[in-house]
Each structure stands twice: as C-alpha cells, then as structure tokens.
C-alpha cells in the first residue's frame, strides 16, 4: 500500500460520519468504513474511490467486541497502520424518562458508549507502537448538558467525554491524540423526527462538523484541542 494515512470511520453510512469519510477521502486518506446498512456503506465506498484513495466497508455491530476485533485486525493486515480513528456510530432515542425502558438505555449503551471502547482498544496498541496515531470521538453537546427528552441519551454521551479525557491523559505521552468534537443539532435523520429539534432548516449541517474534524485534524503534532465544540449560529 501507498504512504497514504489510513482512517476508520465508524457510523459512516449516512449524515455526519458520511461527510467525514468524504472529507478525508477528498483529503487523500484511505477510508475504511463502519456501519449497518450495507446497501448504503456499498454507495459511501463507492463514492470514496472515486477521490483516488483506497476503501473497504464493514457492515456490522460496533458494540461486538469479537466483530471489532476481527476487523480491525484485517484493516491493519491490509493497510499496516491506522493513522486516525473517528468513533461516529450511535443511537439517539429521545423519550420522557418517565417512559422510557432499560432496554432502550441499553441499546444506546451499546452503539454510543461501547462502541467507543472496542474500537478504541482495538486500535490503541497499534499506535503505542509507533508512537503516533489520533481518536477523535464524536459527541455532542448532550455529553455536556441535559435536556428533555435526552436523560438516557445524554448519560451515554456523558459517559463518552469521560472515557476521552482519561484516554487523553494516558496516551499523550505516547505522541496520540484523543479528541472529542461536540455538536449542536445537526441535520440528520437522528433529530428530523424528533421532538428536540426547533428549526430544522437553521440547525447544522454534517459538512460543518466535517470541516471541524478535519481542522483538528491538521493541526501540527505539538498542538493537540482535546476538546471542540460547534453549534449553529442562529438556531
């Protein structure tokens, strides 16, 4: 394989994982893939190459240690490194806490919060090694406030920024960076029906939190910004 750098990019079937995976494309990183819906991952993939960089897709569970692992394990195989890791995937289920249940909570867990850790230890070693390598988790401002609607939506989030920092802190030493990018409401299906949203048409769009990545992105290795937030200007 080329010098290219080489991202993974979780949740990238559609919205902001999307735009993402087609900045860093545009960019000239080879872009691997994460989701459920393959149909969709199969038109992402098809759209990266055309930007003449290298990119497979992988259609499964984030919160599948075992699925994680294995997959992660051929990227590496493949491409040698993985310079840069977008942790993007999750669920929102937006109801009253006093309707909502455990297994709603649970299925946020999974997508938002252990989906984080598995492909975040899966990748980590790899970057010890060669003392560089970047995380970058995508939040959002939930992982900071609560709101209504939002109680077990919000704990999951919360959980997130807490695992990025204290991941920040222990392998800063080693030359990575761990990041997290918070936004506002952005323009994806996860809020078009739901009851949070004010006025869709003034709300982000997932090209805004892209261009915020990859700022980040770019920064020399000496500077890192652990933490961005982005919000719409006139919501």
Do not use: W
């Amino acid at each position: 394989m080329s010098k290219r750098k080489t991202a993974i990019v979780t949740g990238a079937s559609r919205g902001i994982g999307k735009a993402i995976a087609q900045k860093l494309a545009k960019e000239n990183f080879n872009v691997i893939i994460f989701g459920r819906n393959e149909k969709k991952l199969k038109a992402v993939k098809n759209n990266l190459v055309k930007f003449g960089v290298s990119s497979e897709y992988y259609s499964g569970d984030v919160s599948d240690e075992k699925f994680v692992n294995q997959s992660v394990a051929d990227i590496i195989k493949k491409y040698k490194n993985i310079d840069l890791l977008i942790n993007n995937a999750g669920v929102a289920i937006f109801e009253l806490f006093t309707e909502s249940t455990l297994e709603n909570f649970k299925t946020q867990i999974d997508a938002n919060l252990i989906g984080v850790y598995n492909f975040s230890k899966a990748v980590i070693n790899g970057m010890i090694k060669k003392q560089s390598g970047s995380i970058i988790n995508i939040v959002s401002q939930a992982g900071k406030s609560g709101f209504a609607y939002g109680s077990t939506y919000a704990a999951t989030k919360h959980a997130v920024m807490g695992l990025s920092k204290s991941l920040m802190l222990e392998v800063r030493k080693h030359n990575i960076k761990v990041m997290t990018v918070c936004p506002g409401s952005t323009e994806t299906e996860m809020i078009e029906n739901s009851p949070i949203h004010k006025n869709i048409k003034q709300v982000l769009k997932p090209n805004d939190v892209a261009e915020i990545v990859y700022a980040a992105i770019k920064l020399p290795q000496r500077a890192l910004v652990s933490d961005l937030e982005i919000r719409p200007n006139n919501p």
